[in-house]
Each structure stands twice: as C-alpha cells, then as structure tokens.
C-alpha cells in the first residue's frame, strides 16, 4: 500500500504482555502517523511524527509510545497490553504539501 | 464531540443506482475535505478530495459537493457497481500550508452495500 509496510500483520497477546508494531516507508516523507480502527468509532489517531526525531499525542495516546528514530522507520510500542488494546493499527504517511495520507494495510491485534 | 459526523452507519444500494454518502463537520477552520474508501482486510484508500474553495470536484464516477454554509459534504457514486461495496470514511483538515502537517479527522464511516 503506497510504500508503507506494517509488521506484524496478525498479533494476539495476553494480557500485560508487550510488543512493537513496526512500520516503515521506502519513501521520504516527514509525517507518519498511527491510527486505530475499532467498529463503529472510526479512524482514531494515537501518535504522529512530523518529522524524524519528533512525536506529538493523537487523539487516544494512552497506553502506547513510540518512536522516530529515522525518517523512514516510525514503531508503536504497547508495555503492557490490554483487552481495550484490541484492534485493527493502520500507520500512514503524508507527502509534504498534500492533505491525503497513504495507509498501510494494517496489523490486526488482538489482547487476551 | 465529534468534529466531523457520519450520520449513516450503513447504506444499502441497488446497482445502477445512485450511491449518496453524507457527512457534516462542526469546525469552521476545516477547509480541506477528503474521502476515503476501505475495504475488509485493507488499509484505507484515498480516493476523492475537495477544496473549500470548489463546491464540486468530480472524477469518473465519483463526486463530491461540497455546502460550506450548511458544513456537509456528501459523496456520489453513479452508477452504482457491486465492487464499490466497502467502508467510506469522510475527513476534514484545516487549509494547506507548504511545510505544514495538517492532519485530518476523520468520522467514523459509512458502510456501503451495492447489491447486483
């Protein structure tokens, strides 16, 4: 999708159990973002980076964290997963000057 | 308090038909509008935008009106075809400046059924 690769794409977790969702672009693009799916609620937005080294709280920050740590790479981190944590993650990129963003095709975790 | 609604969690249509999907925003500062088509087990697509400064923007089947008095915006489809099938997203942004990050809000989707 666009140049953005997710991985995992299927993940189930026990309760408390942590783990990253990686994603990265094979283009150059500042801005990335994580956004959840959940039935009914839409596209939620967790985390964004405008740029490499930078990261600002979305809409649902809590219990994740993330990181820039290069222009192409840009990871959610769950420390301690929970049930509520369930759900589809899509990253996504924005091209500098444009509104639309590219998604990735997703990682589907699940927390038991 | 959702920004931007999608009234309409389903619409069912027949094919050939007109599909009309709807949303309304609440933020005056929206001034850039986009939709989004996903399908099941994909990652969401971008597949119209509209300016605020446009009421119209058509492209091959698929337009976009745009009403900034009454803040809604409302996506056509016409004709209609069965691999529309899928989850619409509406979103909003604010306007475009060269070296902003301008991230959109996105309402919680429609999903569209065209049956054969």
């Known amino acids: 999708n666009a140049g953005v690769t997710q991985t995992p794409k299927f993940q189930v977790l026990k309760t408390g159990q942590s783990m990253t969702l990686q994603c990265a672009q094979d283009m150059n693009h500042n801005s990335m973002y994580w956004y959840r799916q959940d039935p009914g609620m839409g596209l939620r937005l967790i985390y964004y980076?405008?740029?490499?080294?930078?990261?600002d709280k979305g809409e649902v920050p809590n219990g994740y964290n993330v990181s820039r740590l290069n222009k192409r790479e840009f990871s959610l981190r769950l420390e301690s997963a929970a049930p509520s944590q369930t759900s589809v993650y899509f990253c996504a990129i924005q091209p500098s000057g444009l509104g639309e963003l590219f998604f990735g095709e997703g990682s589907r975790l699940t927390v038991l | 308090d959702q920004q931007v609604k999608q009234n309409s969690p389903s619409l069912s249509v027949q094919e050939g038909r007109i599909s009309i999907l709807n949303c309304d925003y609440t933020?005056?500062?929206?001034?850039?509008f986009l939709w989004y088509k996903k399908y099941p087990a994909e990652g969401p697509t971008f597949l119209i935008s509209i300016s605020s400064i446009k009421d119209k923007n058509e492209d091959g089947r698929f337009t976009v009106f745009l009403n900034k008095s009454a803040k809604h915006l409302s996506l056509h489809i016409v004709p209609s075809q069965p691999g529309d099938s899928a989850v619409y997203f509406c979103?909003?942004?604010?306007?475009?400046?060269?070296?902003?990050?301008?991230?959109?809000?996105f309402g919680r989707g429609t999903s569209l059924i065209v049956h054969p």
């Open positions: 980076s405008a740029s490499e080294g930078t990261t």
């Open positions: 979103a909003a942004m604010p306007r475009l400046i060269s070296g902003g990050s301008y991230i959109p809000t």
């Open positions: 933020n005056s500062m929206f001034d850039y």
